[in-house]
């Protein structure tokens, strides 16, 4: 597989990414990020992009891929609610608009585990407008990954200090089922990429599952 991922250079991302490299199954990987990752590895490209809404469809580096992991973004905390649909909403829209050809590509979009029955939450709503809308496009297929906490992978150099206070809840989160390993969020990204799934929304006991076919 050859999969573009965005996000790189934060948590996430570079955990995802760094899982993927390490998979016999992927032939390459294309970061597109602000910024270089930080990373070097046989199988890894980089794309340097300062403004993601400057990409133009047909561009020739986003052509030709098997999936895209849209991982990049941002917290609500502190910000607009025009501020935040510009990074959620816009974004991630307009990168799907320029990659393809779609009908042989999946989009995987990384949302967020949350109450999405509550549409009165900010995030919540421009999240689901995301998601329906990347839904919508003419991809082979198109998910929304929808994660809680998510344990690092190994080689990581970007962990935010909240995630050593989340690893110590780790038995509370994986008793209520609100834990993945970074492994498994990037084997079930990938399995979704090669082989579907009965539904759109990816909730955490469904990463687990699908990451489970992938061994």
Same mark, same amino acid.
């Given at each position: ?12 991302? %570079?955990? @995802? ?11 390459? *990987? ?14 890894? %490209? /980089?794309?340097? +992009? ?5 990409? /133009? ?12 992991? #849209?991982? &990049?973004? @941002? ?5 607009? %609610? /025009? ?23 999946? #989009? +995987? ?14 995030? *919540? ?13 003419? #991809? ?32 509370? #989160? ?10 498994? +969020? $990037?084997?079930?990204?990938? $399995? ?7 539904? &759109? &929304?990816? /909730?955490?006991?469904?990463?687990? %599952?699908? &990451?489970?076919?992938?061994?």
């Amino acid at each position: 597989m050859k999969i573009i991922i965005t996000g790189t250079t934060g948590y996430v991302g %570079e955990g @995802i990414m760094l899982s993927c490299l390490d998979n016999p199954e992927v032939e390459k *990987v294309l970061s597109v990020s602000r910024r270089p990752c930080g990373h070097v590895h046989p199988k890894l %490209e /980089e794309y340097i +992009v300062p403004d993601f809404m400057n990409l /133009e469809a047909g561009d020739s580096k986003l052509q030709g891929y098997d999936a895209v992991f #849209f991982i &990049a973004g @941002i917290s609500s905390v502190g910000l607009k %609610e /025009e501020q935040y649909v510009g990074i959620s909403h816009d974004i991630p829209l307009h990168f799907a608009d320029v990659v393809g050809p779609k009908e042989n590509m999946t #989009f +995987v979009y990384l949302s967020g585990a949350g109450n999405y029955k509550n549409t009165r939450q900010m995030w *919540v709503r421009i999240k689901k407008s995301t998601e329906d809308a990347l839904v919508a496009m003419p #991809f082979k297929g198109a998910y929304n990954f929808r994660p809680a906490i998510m344990w690092r992978y190994k080689g990581q150099k970007r962990i935010q200090k909240m995630q050593y206070a989340f690893w110590a809840m780790y038995p509370f #989160f994986k008793l209520i089922g609100m834990w993945n390993r970074m492994s498994e +969020v $990037a084997d079930a990204m990938i $399995a979704v990429s090669k082989n579907g799934y009965h539904k &759109a &929304a990816i /909730e955490c006991r469904d990463i687990t %599952e699908l &990451a489970k076919l992938q061994k």
